[in-house]
């Protein structure tokens, strides 16, 4: 079965920072972009950043820009997001996805849940000020 899994959630005080990681397993066919993505409470969710998986070259919203760092391990089977300077704002379940297509920006302007492919279950990060 293919399965998009994160890690790395937490409770954190603001001005700290995470590392999140997704592991792609089962993943027999080619994937193309994967990408990170948040959504707050009462909120539509909203792309973070996105990675071309041969390439490596990345994307991200222009509000996520500064802070945020997506990246792959060597082996291309898990994603990375490092965060830094958390602010409370960013209190979020991060969800990270996978396609197979060829996606503009890697699909990060299409958050919606039917717009991608696969998708892990998300892991939370709440942060306090």
């Known amino acids: 079965d293919v399965q998009l899994v994160e890690s790395g959630g937490g409770s954190v005080g603001a001005g700290e920072s995470l590392r999140l990681s997704c592991k792609a397993d089962?993943?027999?066919?080619?994937?193309?972009?994967m990408g990170w993505f948040r959504q707050a409470p009462g909120k539509e969710r909203e792309g973070v950043a996105g990675?071309?998986?041969?390439?490596?070259?990345?994307y991200y919203s222009d509000s996520m820009r500064g802070r945020f760092t997506i990246s792959q391990d060597s082996a291309k089977t898990t994603l990375h997001l490092d965060v830094s300077n958390l602010e409370p704002e960013d209190t979020a379940t991060y969800y990270c996805?996978?396609?197979?297509?060829?996606?503009?920006?890697?699909?990060?302007?299409?958050?919606?849940?039917?717009?991608?492919?696969?998708w892990g279950q998300g892991t939370q990060v709440t942060v306090s000020s």
């Open positions: 990675i071309s998986i041969h390439s490596g070259k990345t």
């Open positions: 089962g993943f027999t066919y080619l994937r193309n972009c």
């Open positions: 996805a996978a396609d197979t297509n060829v996606r503009p920006r890697c699909g990060i302007d299409q958050p919606d849940q039917t717009d991608h492919q696969f």
